[in-house]
């Protein structure tokens, strides 16, 4: 079955962590820290595959993970980065945040490539934190967390023209005789359930793609029938062509039909009804003169209805090809009077990366004492000389910049309590 949405839960790797080791060798003194760095984590890229045109795959699996980053390792070994995991989707595909609805990418156009989720970097190792004061680090960074989001893919199918209206008044057909698309066509009581796309060839070089957009029925955009899960597939289109039995076969009114479509086009977006529109008044081959006195032309009633509010009627039969021509001239002017360049949705949603690991924690102790460390807080004792009053200024302005006095005050601190920074102490007051 044709498949135009999924859910999936993506994740970018996690870092791999910074490593923790001494150089201890025969006949080398005091060899130093030697810890490596972890690899870096997996991105989650997603990529378009000409050859796909439809998200079927997506329901069958529905979890990406990519490659985690390998611990660093000894005589400063750097750990092997994380594999990218690369998701192909057709064009056309837009990826949402699934809880915000928002918009993350529109693989279209020329967006052929993105980056969605960024692995994490991996940790520094030991080696980077020795200084002349602190030649034993005994600290490594750990790789930063992986990124995960559950997101919406939704495919929105590209073209220049959309056929809309209700099942069995000839969409397929019609299209079928104008393009290369062959889609099943047969006398049914319900809707085409796949959007087809086909190529309109005219004189001189020119065409279009135009799109048989299925399951249009009134309630459609509140979820009725399959119109709520294909109306998405109007939303590039450039120019929409109501398609109508003028002849009422099935005892349809042409008229209200045109009304109930622009009506649920109204309810999902209001922007598509600013969109050029032409009635194709189908299956005139069938028009039959019943001889009452107050019968009246079908085509005739369309045009008197639309044609003032400039939406032009053509009679066609998309069976016989009478007036089929002639539809697809006034559509390709129409198309002259747009931008025909690919409706693109526009980033909504970004995401926020935890960024580097928290340089430091704050603990309470059993014994009453805050304790703070971390890597960031361990090189810069290593180099600031606290003994002076300068450095001890400096000092007092790094725990205020980087929220570490705040979070002492959050943690319930109060002067005269004690302070611990690997071997320092020092009392706290305001």
């Known amino acids: 079955m044709f498949a135009d949405s999924a859910k999936i839960y993506i994740r970018s790797g996690k870092g791999g962590d910074g490593h923790v080791s001494f150089r201890r060798e025969l006949f080398v003194a005091a060899g130093g820290p030697d810890g490596g760095d972890g690899g870096r984590g997996g991105d989650v890229i997603f990529e378009v595959d000409d050859g796909l045109n439809t998200l079927t795959d997506f329901r069958h699996v529905r979890k990406y993970v990519a490659g985690d980053g390998e611990q660093g390792g000894k005589r400063r070994c750097h750990g092997a980065d994380g594999e990218d995991l690369i998701v192909k989707v057709p064009e056309g595909?837009?990826?949402?945040?699934?809880?915000?609805?928002?918009?993350?990418?529109?693989?279209?156009?020329?967006?052929?490539?993105?980056?969605?989720?960024?692995?994490?970097?991996?940790?520094?190792?030991?080696?980077?934190?020795?200084?002349?004061?602190?030649?034993?680090?005994?600290?490594?960074?750990?790789?930063?967390?992986?990124?995960?989001?559950?997101?919406?893919?939704?495919?929105?199918?590209?073209?220049?023209?959309?056929?809309?209206?209700?099942?069995?008044?000839?969409?397929?057909?019609?299209?079928s005789r104008v393009s290369n698309a062959r889609p099943k066509i047969a006398n049914y009581h319900f809707t085409t359930l796949n959007p087809h796309l086909g190529v309109v060839d005219l004189q001189d070089g020119q065409g279009f793609v135009m799109a048989d957009i299925p399951g249009l029925i009134e309630g459609a955009s509140q979820g009725i029938g399959l119109g709520h899960d294909f109306l998405r597939h109007i939303e590039r289109t450039k120019v929409l062509v109501h398609v109508v039995d003028a002849a009422s076969v099935e005892g349809r009114d042409p008229v209200e039909d045109i009304r109930t479509i622009n009506a649920e086009l109204k309810a999902y977006n209001p922007s598509l009804l600013e969109r050029p529109q032409v009635i194709a008044a189908n299956k005139v081959d069938s028009i039959y003169n019943t001889g009452e006195e107050d019968w009246e032309d079908p085509v005739e009633r369309l045009k008197r209805e639309f044609e003032p509010e400039g939406i032009q009627v053509f009679a066609i039969s998309a069976v016989t090809g009478q007036g089929v021509k002639e539809l697809l001239y006034h559509v390709n002017?129409?198309?002259?009077?747009?931008?025909?360049?690919?409706?693109?949705?526009?980033?909504?949603?970004?995401?926020?990366?935890?960024g580097e690991n928290l340089p430091y924690?704050?603990?309470?102790?059993?014994?009453?004492?805050?304790?703070?460390?971390?890597?960031?807080?361990?090189?810069?004792?290593?180099?600031?000389?606290?003994?002076?009053?300068?450095?001890?200024?400096?000092?007092?302005?790094?725990?205020?910049?980087?929220?570490?006095?705040?979070?002492?005050?959050?943690?319930?601190?109060?002067?005269?309590?004690?302070?611990?920074?690997?071997?320092?102490?020092?009392?706290?007051?305001?």
């Open 361 to 430: 924690t704050v603990e309470r102790n059993e014994d009453g004492i805050y304790v703070v460390e971390g890597p960031k807080i361990e090189k810069m004792l290593g180099y600031t000389n606290l003994d002076s009053e300068k450095g001890f200024q400096f000092f007092q302005k790094f725990l205020k910049d980087s929220g570490i006095l705040a979070e002492l005050e959050e943690a319930g601190i109060e002067e005269g309590d004690t302070v611990r920074m690997y071997g320092l102490e020092f009392d706290y007051y305001k």
């Open 333 to 354: 002017d129409l198309l002259k009077t747009v931008d025909r360049k690919p409706v693109i949705f526009e980033k909504e949603f970004e995401y926020q990366y935890q």
């Open 93 to 175: 595909t837009v990826i949402k945040d699934f809880e915000s609805g928002k918009v993350i990418a529109d693989m279209s156009g020329e967006n052929r490539r993105e980056v969605i989720l960024k692995g994490g970097k991996g940790g520094l190792g030991n080696m980077h934190f020795a200084t002349s004061t602190m030649q034993v680090p005994k600290y490594a960074q750990p790789g930063q967390p992986a990124q995960e989001l559950w997101v919406q893919l939704e495919l929105k199918v590209i073209a220049d023209v959309g056929l809309v209206g209700f099942p069995n008044v000839g969409k397929s057909t019609l299209l």
